[in-house]
């Protein structure tokens, strides 16, 4: 998929948006899924991901494979995170219910 964002689009988009930041060609993935009590895996499935943008509706812990609410970084509801993290790293994340996340990667 393929599209232009305008600043009056959702948020909660999907997909592959190619743009172009700062006169560099660059791509976007972008997509909203649910983490719950157990670990979850944090990616759009962007190749050569270079940063990452969290944006849960819940508190989520976020951290390594071993990642619990006890040893995990906490995201709390509605805040944007944004992380520069290399596409070969992956990303986990854990909640105490359901949890909605809008994940938007960058190259």
């Not at 009056?8 to 899924?33: P, S």
């Amino acid at each position: 998929m393929t599209a232009t964002l305008s600043e009056n689009d959702d948020k909660n988009f999907g997909g592959f948006i190619n743009t172009r930041v700062r006169g560099q060609e660059g791509a976007l993935a972008g997509k909203t899924v649910s983490v719950t009590t157990s670990r979850s895996v944090l990616t759009a499935g962007l190749d050569s991901r270079n940063s990452i943008l969290i944006h849960p509706l819940g508190d989520i812990f976020i951290g390594d494979v071993t990642v619990t609410a006890a040893s995990g970084f906490k995201v709390t509801s509605g805040t944007q995170l944004r992380l520069d993290i290399r596409e070969d790293l992956d990303l986990y994340a854990i909640a105490s219910g359901t949890v909605s996340v809008t994940l938007l990667e960058i190259n």
